[in-house]
């Protein structure tokens, strides 16, 4: 059984800054792509970014050069740091442990961009 505890979602002015946490329990962290995905009211899913168990990263082209994902296996921990943040980004934000064969998703954090 995978587990998560995300964590540092909230509310901030645009060009704020918010780190998201993900702990991940029940199963062998480092062997996971780790990533963040988000939710808008209204859209579909979209991945945010992406980290391997070979620390390659991926970003998609709307958070390039303002979010930075990363990963400590010693805690089991994935990190979403958010920087510039616009109203553009408010949504829900999911962690998202991948394997070939399964994909296990956290409950999701709130992240609302606001004046």
């Known amino acids: 059984q995978v587990q998560f505890v995300e964590s540092g979602g909230g509310l901030v002015h645009p060009g704020g800054s918010l780190r998201l946490s993900c702990v991940l329990s029940?199963?062998?962290?480092?062997?996971?792509?780790m990533g963040w995905y988000r939710q808008a009211p209204g859209k579909q899913r979209e991945l945010v970014a992406s980290?391997?168990?070979?620390?390659?990263?991926n970003y998609a082209d709307s958070v390039k050069g303002r979010f930075t994902i990363s990963r400590d296996n010693a805690k089991n921990t994935v990190y979403l740091q958010m920087n510039s943040l616009k109203p553009e980004d408010t949504a829900v934000y999911y962690c998202?442990?991948?394997?070939?064969?399964?994909?296990?998703w956290g409950q999701g954090t709130q992240v609302t961009v606001s004046s």
């Open positions: 029940g199963r062998i962290f480092r062997f996971y792509t």
């Open positions: 998202n442990a991948h394997t070939t064969s399964n994909d296990y």
């Open positions: 980290i391997t168990s070979g620390e390659i990263r």
